[in-house]
Nanobody, 124 residues
Framework: QVQLVESGGGSVQAGGSLRLSCAAS????????MGWFRQAPGKEREYVGI????????IYADSVKGRFTISGDNAKNTVYLQMNSLKPEDTAIYYC?????????????????WGKGTLVTVSS
């Protein structure tokens, strides 16, 4: 049974940093892409970044490029989202997901498994 569990969310002031973790289990995740997504109040889900275990280029949304970094620990089946220079507009529920990620379109972005999310709140 595939499970994805996000952790690391919380409250932080603008300009601060936070690292989210996604612990994965239940399949050979190295065969699939993993990604981070977020949904802010009143908005649809958007992608933050797509990570590939094969070492291919990680794709980031323009809104977070240069501030957020995705990394993975294959031995631990864990993917991280390092968030720096956080802004109030980064406030959202952040989700980890895995799948083919061949289509970057909301709401599901061609991902077949999703975590339940972790809340990140950025205040001024």
């Amino acid at each position: 049974q595939v499970q994805l569990v996000e952790s690391g969310g919380g409250s932080v002031q603008a300009g601060g940093s936070l690292r989210l973790s996604c612990a994965a289990s239940g399949r050979a995740f190295s065969s699939y892409a993993m990604g981070w997504f977020r949904q802010a109040p009143g908005k649809e889900r958007e992608y933050v970044g797509i990570f590939r275990w094969n070492g291919g280029n990680t794709i980031y949304a323009d809104s977070v490029k240069g501030r957020f970094t995705i990394s993975g620990d294959n031995a631990k089946n864990t993917v991280y989202l390092q968030m720096n220079s956080l802004k109030p507009e980064d406030t959202a529920i952040y989700y980890c997901a895995t799948g083919r990620a061949t289509i970057l379109l909301p709401p599901n972005y061609d991902m077949d498994y999703w975590g339940k999310g972790t809340l990140v709140t950025v205040s001024s």
